[in-house]
């Protein structure tokens, strides 16, 4: 379901104001998998949505499509891919995303660990950079 469908489903007078808060993956399924949407509404009320996605896919947000063929060798286990503009459920703005999918629940899984896992060790290498940084500024 896109975030129009749901915008219209649930009648929200103003789809920017719709803001999803956290976004669960709740499945262990070959063949499609289930997500948990937990989201407010414009008037403060709280409500989650369960989607069933057969197409097993995760997406990245394309800041430089030069980049593209840099992504995609990091993921060698793919099925095919595409590029889509789309407007997240924490955005008001459209983005271009590179959809990633995956012949089954698995390797989806297998895959987003390892992302996961490069920009926790980057965003450690950089926060040791900002510590560096840091601690030179002390000493002068």
Request: aromatic content about 18%.
């Amino acid at each position: 379901m896109s975030r129009a469908e749901i915008v219209n489903k649930y009648q929200i007078t103003d789809p920017n104001l719709f803001f999803v808060y956290k976004a669960v993956d709740a499945s262990n399924y070959d063949d499609w998998y289930l997500l948990y949407l937990y989201s407010v509404l414009e008037n403060g009320q709280k409500f989650f949505i369960n989607i069933i996605e057969y197409n097993i896919f995760f997406d990245i947000k394309l800041k430089d499509p030069s980049l593209l063929n840099l992504y995609l060798e990091e993921f060698n286990d793919y099925e095919s891919y595409d590029i889509i503009n789309k407007q997240p459920f924490d955005s008001i703005e459209k983005f271009n995303f590179l959809r990633i999918y995956f012949s089954n629940h698995q390797k989806h899984r297998k895959a987003l660990q390892t992302f996961k896992d490069k920009v926790e060790h980057l965003n450690k290498k950089l926060q040791k950079i900002y510590d560096l940084k840091k601690t030179k500024k002390k000493i002068m």
